[in-house]
């Protein structure tokens, strides 16, 4: 990035001068855009870090491709790789990351527009993030349902499959049950065109564990207005991140990066105390 080039809003394109931004109170819609990386560090696997990656690890499933495994057509016809990886990603087994803690620290301190996850873990919801406050675009293990008739299936029995490895069916008319997390093939949940356009009212954004690779997610930052400070917390460069006037890249490991920015705004005492309750 050009780190020359004039900025619109803030000082200079650091960590520090977002941190500046926000005591000084210019902050107060901030929209938080988060994928498998900041789950990571709970022991979640996230798709395509290499080695680690839940689509490096999958070849003992025989897939004839990764992401057969979350492909609606591929699992009408076998279901069994999903429920085996469902397994692995069924919430209960993990706690929420000190990032995931800093996401219910904006909401806690009223600075939290909407947070937009790509996650199906609901470790957002575990740290004390409300329910209406969060954008799951992908859906999550919250609810299941018939891939044929639709009917709801009830929670405890999915609880038994899964911890049985076995697939369940519905009660009504023995079409295959999924969790309503959005397959390949399959159409992103109403509120999240419901509220993709609300980027634009946002004063900040902060962008954290995404390769930000699958569309329309993806895309969600371009809604930013200009001049809008976006920040984004990664290992890696992302999607066009780095490319505006004010921009901030703090490449790294989420959490590390979180307790930097939280520290800069003179908040990392309480959020590790908010982090210790969960
Ligand atoms: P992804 O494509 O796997 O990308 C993850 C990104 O996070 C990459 O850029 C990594 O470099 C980066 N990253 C990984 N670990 C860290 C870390 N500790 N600190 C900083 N950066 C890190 O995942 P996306 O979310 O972008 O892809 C979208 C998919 C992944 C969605 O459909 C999700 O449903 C799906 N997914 C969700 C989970 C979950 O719910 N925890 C787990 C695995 C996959």
Redesign the pocket.
């Known amino acids: 990035i050009d780190e020359d080039e004039p900025t619109r809003t803030l000082d200079s394109r650091t960590l520090e001068s977002v941190a500046t931004f926000i005591k000084n109170g210019h902050a107060r819609k901030i929209v938080v855009m ?9 022991g ?6 290499p080695d ?4 490096a690890n999958l070849a003992q499933l025989n897939l004839p491709y990764a992401e057969a495994v ?1 492909d609606i057509s591929y699992f009408r016809n076998n279901p069994l790789p999903f429920y085996t990886l469902a397994q692995e ?1 069924y919430p209960g087994k ?1 706690r929420p ?1 000190i ?1 995931h803690s800093f996401i219910n620290l904006l909401y806690q301190k009223g600075l939290l527009l909407k947070l937009f ?7 957002e919801r575990e740290a004390g993030v409300p329910g209406d406050v969060i954008v799951e ?4 293990f919250a609810r299941q349902s018939c891939v044929e008739c639709k009917h709801p299936y009830p929670q405890d029995l999915m609880q038994k499959a899964i911890h049985e490895k076995s697939v369940p069916t519905c009660l009504e008319c023995n079409g295959l049950v999924k969790p309503e ?2 397959f390949f093939g399959e159409q992103l949940p109403t509120e999240f065109f419901a509220n993709r356009g609300l980027p634009v009212e946002a004063d900040l954004c902060i962008v ?7 569309q329309p ?2 895309s969600l930052p371009e809604f930013c207005s200009q001049g809008t400070p976006r920040v984004l ?4 460069r ?1 999607g066009t991140m780095g490319s505006r006037s004010d921009d901030v890249l703090i ?7 979180v307790r930097k920015l939280a520290e800069a705004c003179g908040w990392l005492e309480e959020l590790n105390e908010l982090w210790a309750k969960t």
């Open positions: 988060t994928g498998a990386g900041i789950s990571t560090s709970a979640i696997p996230d798709f395509r870090s680690t990656g839940i689509y979350f990603l993990y990351t990032t996850t790509q996650n199906i873990d609901c470790l675009a992908h859906g999550s997390i959005v954290m564990g995404t390769s930000l690779s699958v997610f993806a917390i990664n290992q890696e992302v490449l790294g490991d989420c959490d590390g990066g």
